[in-house]
């Protein structure tokens, strides 16, 4: 008897896990589809697109159920949610604060988050560390900044230490226009990724990912 209610008991969770699982495959197909849509690619190149979204929606959708961190996994819309703090938790960190922390832990494959300000407001963009050199680093899609954290490029990006605040912003979509909070962003594809190797016990070194 306790074996069939403990096969009972698995099934279930199986159950709900494949559901999750279904879920958020078809949350990401809908979307990824829809931007495709909208960039006009050439043929060749949506052609190549479209042949490797399976593997990498799979991919994204496995990585999110299997890790574990501080923010709930809702499944239903692909996105991770997590309590939004009134005021940006960037207000709260300098730019000695952020040179400090990549001075010592700037390191490839480290993931952090980008502040973006543009038209008033200000949000996150997850990315990581491809390449340092001379006291500057690479960001894998934002490009070159300074150890302060600026980006050698556009004044309207800036590195900001990564604590769990800044972290469960950048994760969330969290945004704020002027001083108050406002709609939450849908992260990409790609940001989904990397929160899911997201090291949230150190947030000072990357997640050692078995190979």
């Known amino acids: 008897m306790v074996d069939f209610f403990a096969q009972q008991q ?13 879920q958020l495959c078809n949350v990401f197909y809908e979307r990824e589809l829809k931007l495709l849509a ?56 300098t730019a000695d604060m952020t040179f ?4 010592k832990y ?8 980008v502040l973006v300000n543009e038209n008033g407001v200000t949000w996150y963009r997850l990315d990581c560390i491809d390449a340092t050199s001379d006291g500057k680093i690479r960001l894998n899609e934002q490009g070159w900044f300074n150890l302060n954290g600026q980006s050698l490029d556009s004044v309207n990006l800036k590195i900001v230490k990564a604590n769990k605040d800044t972290m469960t912003a ?11 909070t406002t709609f939450p962003r849908t992260l990409t594809l790609r940001e989904l990724l990397l929160s899911s190797t997201i090291n949230w016990p150190n947030l000072n070194k990357p997640m050692k990912i078995p190979h």
Do not use: V
Not at 100 to 103: A, G, K, P, Q
């Open 10 to 22: 698995d099934f279930a969770q199986d159950s709900k896990r494949l559901l999750a699982y279904a």
């Open 38 to 93: 909208e960039f006009n690619l050439e043929p060749s190149r949506l052609s190549k697109r479209l042949a490797a979204l399976p593997f990498y929606i799979k991919r994204a959708a496995e990585s999110l159920m299997s890790l574990e961190n501080p923010l709930q996994l809702d499944t239903q819309n692909g996105t991770w949610s997590g309590k939004q703090k009134r005021r940006n938790p960037a207000e709260k960190i």
């Open 100 to 103: 400090e922390w990549l001075n």
């Open 106 to 113: 700037a390191q490839i494959g480290l993931i952090l988050p």
């Open 170 to 180: 950048a994760c969330c979509g969290h945004s704020w226009i002027g001083g108050d």
